[in-house]
């Protein structure tokens, strides 16, 4: 049974393949696709400044760091290949031949795309100059399930082993950008925007936030020296919240600060310094209502702590100017994504 099943896959695969397979060049190597001493395909290992310069410019322009996100690739595909070319992929070499394909990612579900130009990276990585991509739809389209979102053709080989470690990045981040969108939409006609937190996989925070923003959210700091943040911990060992915000104005004078409070009371001290952001934490509807009746406008709100999606539009209706989403990057579903080779 195991050989019919391998026969069936084989011939399933070969129909799926444009059959030009290629001449070998002086070297043993092919056109594209780089070879081992034993015949493998290994990853090109392409250098971070033969990228496309059009694509490092957009992931740029995008608030991205290029040598950032190509030094994960690297050590993501190392996890698949060792790097010193020791690593074969056994079950292309097994069963496919050297030959060149052509093949679509589809969104198999309704959503919002992210991460599509670092997967192009990846396979520019892995194949260099062997690899064409197309049709790639720019970050933050709302797409439907079945739209092709990337075309990649090169050797087949190596588009199999590049097609995880990009189809990883970009289902990740898409669903960054999808839940991101969901709550957007959920807070529509209200003057309150999706927030995120520092809630995020270690790592991965600047392509993480990338796809909230993608998806249509707002940043909050990305860093700790971004802007102060008072938290619970922060009170208590200051002996309260105006302690607290006024330690924090005495040292750094021109910084953004933002202090939590749990109470009404701690909201009216905060506002008469002149507090100028306010988190109200794991608060009530109704208390929320009443905390922006007594901040009158003076002051950003900030509504955080036991948020549901279900809540999200109770919440935003009452009048605060912002709700933060730690699930967004903490916990978030991934897109689902494909890649499926083209018939010729």
């Not at 939409?185 to 209200?190: C, M, N, Q, S």
Request: one cysteine or more; hydrophobic letters at 45%; charged letters at 25%.
């Amino acid at each position: 049974m195991a050989r019919g099943l391998r026969r069936a896959r084989r011939c399933r695969l070969r129909r799926a393949l444009r059959r030009r397979p290629h001449r070998r060049r002086a070297g043993g190597d092919l056109p594209g696709g780089r070879r081992d001493r034993r015949g493998a395909a290994v990853i090109a290992a392409t250098p971070y400044d033969a990228l496309p310069a059009d694509l490092v410019a957009e992931l740029t322009a995008a608030g991205l760091d290029p040598r950032r996100i190509y030094a994960a690739i690297v050590d993501a595909l190392a996890e698949d290949l060792p790097p010193d070319g020791t690593g074969v992929d056994v079950t292309s070499e097994a069963t496919l031949p050297d030959v060149s394909a052509t093949g679509d990612f589809g969104a198999r579900e309704d959503g919002v795309v992210a991460g599509l130009g670092i997967a192009a990276m990846v396979f520019h990585y892995v194949l260099g100059d062997a690899v064409l991509i197309s049709d790639r739809v720019p970050d933050g389209t709302r797409v439907r399930a079945g739209d092709v979102v990337l075309r990649v053709a090169g050797p087949v080989k190596g588009l199999l082993i590049a097609e995880r470690t990009a189809l990883n990045f970009a289902c990740h981040l898409s669903g960054v950008a999808t839940a991101t969108a969901a709550w957007v939409d959920a807070l529509e006609g209200t003057s309150a925007r999706v927030l995120d937190t520092r809630k995020t996989l270690p790592g991965y925070r600047e392509l993480q936030k990338y796809a909230v923003r993608c998806g249509g959210g707002v940043n909050h700091r990305f860093s700790l020296s971004d802007m102060a943040l008072v938290k619970d911990n922060h009170v208590v060992a200051a002996g309260g919240v105006l302690p607290a915000y006024e330690a924090v104005k005495a040292k750094y004078p021109d910084l953004q600060v933002e202090v939590e409070v749990t109470d009404l009371d701690q909201l009216r001290i905060l506002l008469d310094a002149g507090c100028e952001q306010v988190l109200l934490d794991n608060m009530s509807n109704e208390l929320m209502a009443e905390a922006v009746a007594i901040n009158a406008g003076r002051a950003v709100l900030e509504a955080s702590g036991g948020l549901t999606f279900e809540r999200a539009r109770e919440v935003a209706a009452t009048g605060v100017d912002f709700i933060s989403v730690g699930a967004l990057t903490h916990s978030v579903k991934v897109f689902d994504l494909g890649l499926d080779l083209e018939e010729s």
